[in-house]
């Protein structure tokens, strides 16, 4: 169902409309969260070094490639018919290769600063191991990053001076100058299974995955590579696709799904990944104290869609969700929540089939995707009104790349998303027009 999944015994890594003001609403409180004893409060890491080691791999590819549907004829250039008729955006098709190529995922943290370059993934058509690529926004080009068989889950440090990622129980870091690779860290064996990092502290030297232990409890660790350390902070029978995710400030919050219900066979399969309320979701600290249950879902009338991110900065969290007028009524999904830890949430967009979400750098903004059309729409978290960005054609079938999941790039004025609309999947990207927000704010 979402990238990075643990299903049962293995753990891995999955690969203007302007309505009225926002509206606030109560919602029933979700499950009590599961307690724990609490640890101490990590010690911080020390700052990696600023260059690979001597013993780094070399680059996976020294080529960039250029796939784009700009022709470097300087009277074509992009023809006209790439400029969307309806919302005046350039689209930009970065990939061109009859292969799969994709986003990682709209939460994921796989975008430099500057919004210039992103990781996506690559895998042949039928079989074949996925590799990591990075595409580059200024020179409409794409390199290969990774070549190790199992390699998994990139993230780019805030600072975007490091990319990391893991390749089994190893976590391996990049240049992003050089694009050469070391393994800085080999997760200990007292984590009986651990998934892929997916996601990273705003230092850039604590990272999040999906962990059991030799007691076989599911749960979400902390991996601190360079202080040699990797514990699980977060115990739930229900943590099998935990979608961990750290804040983006320096609280060292950590936002988890709980997929409350998951039922498994003799032999450990997966039978049921999700109660009949749905998933809640949960806010700890990063040692694991002060779990809080978000008021959002997880009630027999609303259930959170399973895609979730944090506000920008914000000590907040947004999230689609259904509902549903009695229970026997029909879900409805129709709804983008705000919500702040402790707080009832809050509306910020209504009215399409909203799935798959994130937010600008900033906070300001949300884009997501309707699966009933696979149009985006991007809106203001401040005033709840929205507009359409593109209709991207997409199949939005039950493969994930043929998913649109559209996310900001770090400059908060550059677009991604998915789309099979060729009949093969390719990346696309655009810079949003000077103004284009204007209407929205």
């Known amino acids: 169902m979402k990238r990075r999944q643990f299903v049962g015994t293995v753990a891995g890594m999955a690969a203007l409309a302007a309505p009225a003001a926002a509206k606030t609403q109560s919602a029933p409180a979700g499950p009590s969260p599961v307690t724990q004893p609490g640890v101490n409060r990590f010690k911080d890491s020390p700052p990696p070094e600023s260059k690979p080691a001597a013993a780094a791999t070399a680059p996976a590819s020294n080529t960039w490639s250029h796939e784009s549907n700009k022709v470097f004829d300087e009277e074509v250039a992009f023809q006209n018919k790439f400029v969307d008729p309806e919302t005046g955006i350039l689209v930009i098709r970065l990939t061109n290769e009859p292969c799969v190529s994709h986003h990682i995922y709209p939460e994921a943290p796989i975008s430099t600063p500057d919004g210039k370059r992103f990781i996506f993934a690559r ?9 990591f690529w990075i595409g580059d926004l ?10 190790e068989d199992g390699a998994s889950a990139p993230v780019v440090t805030p600072d975007g001076k490091w990319f990391y990622y893991s390749v089994g129980r190893q976590v391996k870091r990049m240049s992003p100058e050089t694009f050469e690779r070391e393994v800085v860290f080999e997760v200990p064996g007292d984590l009986d299974r651990v998934g892929g990092i997916v996601s990273v502290d705003h230092s850039g030297t604590r990272f999040l995955a999906g962990a059991r232990d030799k007691s076989g409890q599911y749960g979400l660790a902390v991996i601190e590579p360079f202080a040699g350390a990797a514990r699980i902070v977060y115990r739930n029978k229900d943590v099998r696709n935990p979608h961990g995710q750290y804040s983006k400030n320096t609280a060292r919050r950590v936002l988890i799904q709980v997929n409350n219900g998951i039922e498994v066979d003799e032999h450990g399969n997966i039978l049921k990944l999700v109660g009949e309320k749905g998933a809640s979701l949960v806010v700890v600290n990063d040692d694991g104290s002060d779990p809080m249950t978000l008021k959002a879902g997880f009630s027999m009338l609303e259930r959170v869609q399973g895609h ?34 402790g707080e009832v949430y809050r509306i910020v967009g209504e009215g399409k089939g909203f799935t798959h979400i994130h937010t600008s750098p900033d906070g300001e903004w949300w884009i997501s995707d309707d699966n009933k059309t696979a149009d985006i729409y991007i809106g203001s978290v401040g005033t709840a009104r929205y507009k359409l960005l593109h209709r991207s054609g997409s199949t939005f079938g039950s ?22 609309v060729t009949g093969v999947p390719q990346i696309y990207v655009s810079r949003l027009p000077d103004g284009f927000l204007d209407s929205l704010r």
Request: hydrophobic fraction near 35%; include cysteine; charge should be positive.
């Open 123 to 131: 895998r042949p058509g039928l079989s074949g191991k996925t590799t």
């Open 138 to 147: 200024d020179i409409l080009s794409v390199r290969q990053i990774t070549d």
């Open 308 to 341: 979730q991110c944090w506000v920008g900065p914000k000590n907040m969290v947004i999230t689609a969700l259904h509902r549903r007028e009695t229970v026997t009524s029909p879900w409805i999904q129709d709804r983008i929540v705000t919500v702040v830890p």
């Open 399 to 420: 493969a994930q790349y043929a998913h649109p999941h559209p996310f900001f790039l770090g400059d908060g004025n550059s677009v991604g998303w998915n789309s099979d």
